[in-house]
């Protein structure tokens, strides 16, 4: 996706090389501030996991997360899953955020 975004930006002339008119991390910067306001992928890609992984934590009854309940960490709670085996690529994204739901995660008692 951030390759997209680049040859669109900064476009893949003939000789293969474009203008780079600013840093990927200036155009980052939001538009109040002089950027452009595009998102840092990978930091958004991980916020979109953490708070599917939220869902898994606080909202027990849909299907999806009974079925990864029952299939990833069907004795313990979110916080403690590891990887097992034969996982799937949904379940190996939404753990790489579990040390991010953990460090902003409360009890309440």
Wanted: charged share 25%.
């Amino acid at each position: 996706m951030k390759k997209a975004m680049n040859v669109f930006w900064w476009g893949n002339g003939e000789a293969g090389k474009g203008i780079r008119w600013l840093l990927w991390d200036r155009l980052c910067v939001p538009k109040a501030d002089g950027g452009l306001g595009f998102k840092k992928f990978m930091s958004f890609n991980i916020a979109m996991l953490a708070k599917q992984a939220w869902r898994l934590l606080t909202i027990a009854n849909p299907l999806v997360t009974q079925t990864i309940r029952a299939r990833y960490f069907l004795n313990i709670d979110f916080l403690n899953a590891k990887l097992g085996s034969n996982l799937s690529y949904v379940w190996r994204s939404i753990v790489e955020s579990q040390e991010d739901v953990r460090h902003g995660c409360r009890r309440r008692i």
